[in-house]
């Protein structure tokens, strides 16, 4: 085996690697992504009913 071959499959090898560790943050990336849009909506449904339960308090 020539020192080009296994200079190539070196650097195919890293590819491979750079590869599935793009995808693998991409997915994660978006996981998180959806969970923390789901997490802001359930807080903001906790802030619009505590406004709720203030504004009855000074009403009342």
Same mark, same amino acid.
């Given at each position: 085996? +020539?020192?080009?071959?296994?200079?190539? *499959?070196?650097?195919?090898?890293?590819?491979? #690697?750079?590869? &599935? !560790?793009? $995808?693998?943050?991409? $997915?994660? !990336?978006? $996981?998180? /992504? /959806?969970? !923390?849009?789901?997490?802001? &909506? *359930? #807080?903001?449904?906790?802030? +619009? /009913? #505590?406004?709720?339960?203030?504004?009855? *308090? !000074?009403?009342?």
């Amino acid at each position: 085996m +020539d020192w080009g071959s296994i200079i190539f *499959q070196l650097l195919m090898f890293a590819f491979l #690697i750079a590869l &599935a !560790s793009a $995808v693998f943050f991409a $997915v994660k !990336s978006l $996981v998180m /992504r /959806r969970s !923390s849009e789901s997490s802001a &909506a *359930q #807080i903001e449904k906790k802030l +619009d /009913r #505590i406004i709720e339960l203030l504004e009855k *308090q !000074s009403k009342g």
